[in-house]
């Protein structure tokens, strides 16, 4: 396998399309395009604090932890931070990096949807009373259903037909409650304080249907009120990926986009994956959408833009539209397929081919690349000449290593292109040599 090309400035593309500059969020300042990482265990947070020590990762901004998640991966860290006698904080890597690093708590409600992780809310401290009792019901459907072993998981009947009863009851009472909806926003955004994101995020749903894109609005209205005695806040929108066909609600979105005055908007399309050959008419309408975020970026310096879990979109729209991108290690595919299903060898991400490769796969192209490794990122170039080698420890801590150093250098040089006035046809040139063919229409 050959080297995957570098980047290069072609003079006759579109200029401007994208843009480069330091972005000041909170009380920190970041570098646009950046990437941060999904963390969902003290061990991979462990990691990229190493990685961010051992490297001078300029790009790789910060990490996002589901609410869910975090106070198993974070909680620990914050009550061990210590003090001298002096009452000044001890010098350590999470303390430098909750000072710098961007760091953000995403309540993730779409889970009371998709139920992949809606168990996790029931064992989850601090939270509201409402998502707690809303997760033992589910483990308690989930049993009853088991039980009569009614597994069929269709809209008409099993656990599919009482969860989407159930997401519409439980946001129902949201939007028809004032007082309810407001403790509700203000318990989730003081957590989020509590854990060190220096910007919250509202606590919005998944939007199915245009009463909770409307409800949506309202939360993220409500939020920005209520944060203003604990921190700033961002506008959200979680969309499935059937709201790409929909024209007259992607309109709505951007009269409200064009309305509002938030500093950051973040937006997540669940399993958004469009590099499907079907998938022609959502293309099409995610890349006027990248154009309009672009614009209005441009317009006003101080808006910034986020995707999260932008999984395989991570690099055609690094800098388009959207000053910063999140996946996670495994390219956000991690929820498709059941834990117990997966390898625990860790996937390679191939920066030629833009995909992950399993273990075997990357063997294969290692030695068909004369037993050198095919990257050219810091983690491949020094941390290990002899892959075959690795145990799986080692093995899973090198491919997480070298996804953090392979998105930093990408983005560096997205970021170096873009910084001489031009967007770079380097990105045109990778994805067409790549298996996302069919995202080039995103780009030109």
């Known amino acids: 396998m050959s080297e995957p090309a570098h980047l290069t400035v072609d003079p006759l593309y579109r200029e401007g399309i994208a843009r480069s500059c330091k972005v000041h969020l909170g009380y920190r300042e970041f570098l646009t395009p950046g990437f941060v990482i999904r963390i969902d265990s003290r061990e991979k947070l462990s990691l990229y604090l190493k990685l961010k020590k051992k490297y001078k990762l300029e790009h790789v901004t910060g990490y996002v932890v589901r609410l869910a998640d975090a106070q198993r991966v974070l909680g620990q860290r914050i009550s061990d931070t210590q003090v001298d006698l ?19 708590i995403d309540p993730a409600l779409e889970n009371l949807y998709y139920a992949t992780h809606a168990g996790d809310f029931a064992s989850t401290r601090n939270l509201p009373h409402a998502l707690t009792d809303y997760s033992l019901s589910y483990l308690k459907q989930k049993s009853v259903q088991k039980n009569k072993e009614e597994i069929v998981e269709t809209p008409e009947t099993g656990i599919r037909k009482w969860l989407d009863a159930k997401h519409g009851h439980f946001w129902q009472e949201l939007e028809l409650d004032e007082r309810i ?21 509202p606590p919005v749903p998944l939007i199915t249907n245009d009463r909770l894109f409307e409800l949506t609005k309202t939360i993220n209205r409500k939020s920005s009120e209520v944060s203003r005695v604990v921190g700033e806040c961002a506008d959200a929108f979680t969309f499935r990926l059937d709201v790409l066909r929909n024209s007259s609600l992607l309109e709505e979105l951007r009269d409200y986009i064009d309305a509002q005055n938030a500093r950051i908007t973040l937006f997540k399309f669940k399993y958004m994956n469009l590099n499907e050959e079907d998938r022609v008419i959502e293309r099409k309408n995610f890349r006027d959408f990248l154009q309009t975020l672009d614009l209005k970026s441009r317009l006003d310096r101080n808006r910034t833009f986020m995707l999260l879990e932008a999984g395989n979109l991570a690099y055609a729209c690094a800098g388009r539209g959207f000053d910063f991108l999140s996946t996670s290690f495994s390219l956000d595919r991690e929820d498709r397929v059941r834990k117990q299903q997966r390898s625990p060898w860790g996937k390679w991400f191939d920066p030629y081919y833009q995909v992950t490769l399993d273990r075997d796969s990357f063997m294969d192209a290692y030695r068909n690349n004369g037993s050198h490794i095919p990257c050219d990122c810091p983690e491949c170039t020094t941390s290990t000449s002899k892959p075959e080698s690795l145990g799986i420890d080692e093995w899973n801590q090198f491919v997480k290593g070298h996804y953090l150093s392979r998105r930093n250098k ?22 067409r040599d790549s298996a996302l063919k069919n995202l080039l229409e995103l780009v030109r």
Not at 91 to 104: A, N, P
Not at 181 to 201: K, M, N, S, Y
């Open 181 to 201: 909806r407001t403790r509700f926003i203000r318990d989730l955004l003081v957590r989020q304080h509590e854990l060190g994101a220096p910007i919250l995020i």
């Open 410 to 431: 990408d983005y560096t040089e997205i970021a170096k292109a873009i910084e001489s006035g031009t967007a770079t046809a380097g990105i045109v040139d990778r994805l």
């Open 86 to 104: 002096q009452g000044r904080f001890v010098e350590g890597d999470f303390l430098k990096s909750s000072l710098s690093d961007l760091i953000l």
